[in-house]
């Protein structure tokens, strides 16, 4: 085989690895989405059934994303978020089981504090993406501080209601699509200076 199409080939998979983890954010943030119409649509007569529907989709998806770090490890740790954020969707998902009909107002600061580290997952993004000399990079954190700026409102708004939280949802998974979408354009382009392979 080419020497040159062994160097290649690594880099391939380290941006099809990088692009997978960016579209498996882009189906969060529409899951985040649905939730979100799902807390406008129900309101407090359902509050229990969709506790149990956050719950379980959190833990399923922390326990993925656990499993999927240590699989992962050693291979593109820079990129590799998933055992912190594996560890706080478990946390949210046992909570909201746990809490149950009270969880009209712990969901409003579990979720605000699920987008407020998203926000920060994309921030660091932002910074690499600077690193890396690609201008889309300020576009991205600046989604990225309207994210953060909503889950911190989310969070410490004690009189936010459901309609207002299912909106806010609703408004930090279109922002989360649109920044997640422009991030995997540039994939390609930030692998290959991070890996120095460049093309000239």
């Keep these: ?76 740790d820079f990129f590799n978020n998933g055992l912190l954020s594996g560890v706080i969707s478990v946390l949210i998902g046992i909570t909201a089981l746990v809490i149950g009909e009270d969880i009209a107002n712990v969901f409003r600061i579990v979720i605000g504090i699920l987008i407020i580290y998203e926000s920060l997952v994309r921030i660091n993004t932002a910074t690499k993406l600077a690193s890396a000399k690609i201008p889309a990079w300020k576009y991205i954190l600046i989604l990225a501080l309207l994210m953060m700026v909503i889950g911190i409102f989310i969070t410490f708004n004690n009189n936010a209601i459901i309609t207002l939280v299912g909106w806010m949802m609703i408004l930090t998974g279109i922002i989360g699509i649109f920044g997640d979408v422009m991030f995997i354009q540039y994939v390609n382009a930030l692998v290959e200076k991070l890996t120095g392979d460049e093309k000239h």
């Design 1 to 76: 085989m080419p020497k040159a199409e062994v160097i290649k080939r690594p880099v391939e998979q380290v941006s099809s690895d990088i692009k997978m983890s960016a579209w498996s954010a882009v189906f969060e943030s529409v899951v985040l989405i649905i939730l979100g119409i799902l807390f406008l649509v129900l309101q407090d007569t359902m509050v229990r059934v969709l506790a149990y529907i956050v719950g379980t989709f959190f833990i399923v998806k922390g326990g993925f994303q656990i499993i999927n770090y240590f699989i992962e490890k050693g291979q593109n």
